[in-house]
């Protein structure tokens, strides 16, 4: 994974368990795309502070993944939606053959909450 990528997505789930300046210094750096030099303008810190602020961040974030887990819980979940979507798309071929219109409009229920589960997830 892209470490740019990578470190977005435990900033979505861990980020406001940084200090205020790791977070800002992350965000900054990695969601805004600013380099050290133009963060250290802005937060008013030498760029080495900025630079260890957000070594320290990234140190922090992967823990707190190792600790909790739960970016790879969430990405076993999409999964999980994912495959559950190729269930109802067997169930709706069959039910086709069938004719069961009643079948057919749970299949399509169950299918758009499925969805909107996993587009809600993706943001």
Do not use: C
């Amino acid at each position: 994974m892209d470490k740019f990528f990578e470190i977005g997505y435990l900033f979505d789930f861990y980020g406001n368990l940084l200090s205020k300046k790791q977070y800002e210094a992350v965000e900054l750096y990695y969601i805004h795309d600013l380099s050290l030099s133009e963060i250290s303008e802005q937060l008013n810190i030498s760029r080495q502070g900025v630079y260890d602020n957000i070594k320290r961040a990234e140190k922090k974030l992967y823990s707190f993944e190792e600790k909790l887990g739960l970016v790879k819980k969430f990405d076993n979940s999409v999964v999980n939606m994912e495959k559950i979507l190729e269930y109802i798309d067997v169930l709706k071929i069959n039910q086709t053959v069938n004719n069961d219109k009643d079948i057919m409009l749970q299949l399509q229920g169950m299918e758009k909450v499925v969805l909107d589960i996993i587009k809600t997830a993706r943001r």
